[in-house]
């Protein structure tokens, strides 16, 4: 599985990047030349986040990351492919170089989305965590008008089939993240749910 991302950037008369935006612009600005460059990347998966961790510990201490290095780092490592070309109409190589030759707001904007495709926001925390609790609430309750998560049915087949680490690896660091906060709620949930139901027998 690989993600495609398209940065599109405005240049000027001289070639010079004066815009970037993560997508195709509705009102087109004549002043500028619009162009873009599709990316082909490798998600951060659970195996390439610790790889990178390791690789960015300060003096090998895990609790001290150099962010910016990881910034750098997971470009590097998550660029597959693209499609820019020379003046010849040539590919251009994927090399360390030569993506340290593109224009810095354009690798700023690609690693703020891929960094976006790759972490848990807060909003996606609080809809899980409220998914989860409304789950096992309306289970106890025996209403059961909320379906079961299939964020819980998976986590639940992890558990019955016990995945081996080399699997988990390949899962993307997201999905990672997403997985651990639901386990971590469906032990609150649950508590939650049994304490309400004995407060109700009383």
Known sequence: MFWFITIYFYVNVNGKVVKVFTKNPDKKDDKYTLKSIEFK???????????????????????????????????????????????????????????????????ETLANEY??????????????????????????????????????????????????PNVIDEIPYKRIQELFLILNQREISSENAQNFKKGNKK
């Open 41 to 107: 990347m490798r998600p951060l998966t659970w195996g390439l986040y610790r790889q990178l961790n390791k690789q960015c510990a300060r003096k090998g201490n895990l609790n001290d990351i150099d962010y910016l290095l990881m910034k750098e780092k997971k470009i590097i490592n998550g660029i597959v492919d693209w499609d820019i070309k020379d003046d010849k109409g040539n590919k251009i190589e994927i090399s360390k170089e030569n993506i340290f030759n593109l224009h810095p707001m354009i690798v």
């Open 115 to 164: 960094d976006e495709r790759s972490y848990i926001s807060k909003k996606e925390r609080k809809d899980i965590t409220l998914s989860i609790n409304k789950y096992y609430l309306s289970a106890i309750a025996g209403t059961g008008q909320v379906s079961t998560p299939p964020e819980v049915v998976e986590l639940s087949l992890m558990e019955k089939f016990n995945w081996a």
